[in-house]
């Protein structure tokens, strides 16, 4: 059983900056896969971003390539998305989830509100 907790969320105003983490603890981190999730008030939860167990290999949706990075410390057990020229869009609970594959994600936190102001 793996625990993640997300922190790092907020209100924002367009063109900031938010660094979210996902701190795992209960299981063998450097091990899975972790993906940054959002969910939008209306809309259906979208994979943001994808980090490989090793941290070598990474996926962003097109809408957030170029202003978001994901990145992972297995030392500390923990995965980051720093989120850079933030947009209204980007408004939404973002939750952390790791997986044994690329696709199939058992683990999920409980989301943190992120909330750009235009």
């Known amino acids: 059983q793996v625990l993640l907790v997300e922190s790092g969320g907020g209100l924002v105003q367009a063109g900031g900056s938010l660094r979210l983490s996902c701190s795992a603890s209960g299981g063998y981190f450097s091990a899975y896969t972790m993906g940054w999730f959002r969910q939008a008030p209306g809309k259906e939860r979208e994979l943001v971003a994808r980090i490989s167990a090793s941290g070598i290999t990474t996926y962003y949706a097109d809408s957030v390539k170029g202003r978001f990075t994901i990145s992972r410390d297995n030392r500390k057990n923990t995965m980051y998305l720093q989120m850079n020229s933030l947009k209204p869009e980007d408004t939404a609970v973002y939750y952390c989830?790791?997986?044994?594959?690329?696709?199939?994600?058992?683990?999920w936190g409980q989301g943190t509100q992120v909330t750009v102001s235009s």
């Open positions: 989830a790791a997986g044994s594959s690329t696709y199939s994600y058992q683990y």
